[in-house]
């Protein structure tokens, strides 16, 4: 029965439409996240791709290790020897890029010294040309004393509780100290684009499962359905596999040929690095590495997946509409990000579903929830909440699917 | 195989569609005869569980349905008045779908499906989408798929609308074919369908069965006559104005009318024995000069 299901699925001729729109997303996707890492060679050119991930690679692994006072003052040295070059003070871009060429091994970790010796809320690419070697070894307190800062702001006053407060700070002490460094942005640009990717598999996958269960009213194929005998049993559970192999297969296929094709071009290393390595995640209360924050963002993912197409199955079945059924995953993307720009929403909105898609945005987001005397940050609130909620939804859908009535 | 149907009755809001039926049904044919509206179809569907009753109940062979579910719903065969299937899917994989839906062991559902296609001549087009295939075709479908459990209680609805005269008569003869050792009951409005066919006649309007019997039960029990008059040309719109005609036959000198009178008409007026069609106007048709079909 699942098997006809699955057919009844495929055969359709906006089926194969969606799954080509996806097939193309996905290639399109895979060019920008390549394209985020790009390499200037020795003469000033940009390139990307395979070659330029692995050059520069070469680059970055020279600096390879723990950051340590000692490698941040060979950075600070490297930095002031280059900034004195000719290429670099030269008024020609080509020249400058020349420059750059030679900063790029270091440019993470001089990234994270922009962001130490800069305040929390703002970033100056030249904050570490000015950086002495004195200041240099207050390096990574200045990340906990910027949170303090912050926190104290006025702006920030009413935000957390005393309890939240020493939670993130905490969490910015717990962080081990000092970071070890690889080379790791096959990681980040992966990581970068994965909500993008995830949530047009929501978006697809959408239109492929809404007819699930309204076909049959939409057919007018629902009185044989439901008066034969199995029509209200075995046949709706048949129909609930169906949905679950179409999300899980879409998913996890579209999620490995987005991750290989990325980590084949640009390198699998730094997957035990911190998060905190380097520009994006250098603020995030998650002490992760790059291959746990991967590894929520598309578990998280999957679970958005599961709980968003369920939902939408159980509209259509429950209403018969197979346009709700499709529109709801729009609703549940795209409503969130219009209300985002509205800050007392924010801890709501971090709780969405849509959140579930973007894990790696919320590892970034700084919501906390008080629950019972402990403080949480939103990523372990939705896994949980929302693997319950699907939970329910399953036996829902069945109960309401298998009591139609035909009118 | 026995249905009984005791007080059943169908409420939408204030409107009564089936409205208390009585009635016993056993193997044989059974022809449910109504005009648009009577509550066909909603007879239908609380037969095939599709419908739970407002009022009343459903027994089969003493058991209701409602509780017997999954094995009252193995016995039943149901076509269904607007038939819809897969449009992608072939006559053969439809068939295949219905049968594992129908809990029909896949070994049996093969062989079935093989008999049913030939038995219904679909043999040519079994390979064929089903969006292909022509009304006539569309509905042999429906039959088989109706069959593939090989039903106690077989329920069509409607199962030749849209047909053509010769394909109408290729399913009443596919249907009497059908009818042994199972309860076939069969609604239309076209009298024709069912008048030598059906081993008993339910005439339904306004949600009751109004008449029911075997046709000579029924013919011979209609409370008027039926009467031939030859009249000329120019009496035949006073007549239809104050009876039901049943037909109107017009030759080049006269014209022979059908009317259904209780007393006689006119002058040239022959009694002659009533047909069901003339039951069917007798119970459901308008007092003449009200645009009514003629059947
Ligand atoms: N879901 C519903 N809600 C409200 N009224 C309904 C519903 N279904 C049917 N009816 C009404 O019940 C009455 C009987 O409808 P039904 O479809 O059973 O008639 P029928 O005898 O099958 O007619 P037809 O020959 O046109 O198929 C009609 O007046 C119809 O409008
Ligand atoms: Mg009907």
Redesign the interface.
Known sequence: MTYFELKKIFLKPVSRIVLTILAVSLCVVSYFAIGYVDYVDENGNNTIGIAAASALRDEKNKWAGYITDDVLRKVLQENALINNSKEYLSKDVTENNKAYSKKQGFSDIRDMINRAFGSFQSYNYYRADSVTQEEISSFYDRRTANLVEWLKSDEQENRYSEQEQQFLIAQYEKLKKPFYYEYADGWAALLEYAPSIIMLVVLTTGFLAAGIFSDEFQLKADSVFFSAKLGRDKAVAAKIKAGFIVVTSIYWITVVLYSGIILTVLGFGGAGCAIQNGFSNWKAFYNITYLQDYLLTVLGGYLGNLFILFLSMFASAKTHSKALAVSIPFILLFIPSFLSGISVLSEVLGLLPDQLLQVYTAVKTFNLYQIGDRVVGAVPIILTMYFILFCILLPLLYQVYRKTEIK | MKLVLDNLTKG?GEFVAVDHINLTMTNGIYGLLGVNGAGKTTLM?ML?????PTGGSIYCNGKDIFEM??EY??L?G?L?Q????????TVK?YL???A????VRPAVARKRTNELITKVGLAKAADKKLKKLSGGMKRRVGIA?AML?NPKILILDEPTAGLDPNERIRFRNLISGLSEERLVLLSTHIVSDIEYTANEILMMKDGAIVNKGTLDEITNTMPEKVWQCPVPQQEVSSITKRYKVSNIKTDRHSVDLRVISAEKPCETAVCVSPSLEDVFLYYFGEKAGDDNDVL
């Open positions: 939408f569907r095939c569980t599709l419908l739970k579910d999954g719903r193995n039943v149901y269904p607007d038939f819809g299937f897969y449009p992608e899917f994989d295949f779908y219905i594992a839906i129908k809990g798929q459990n």
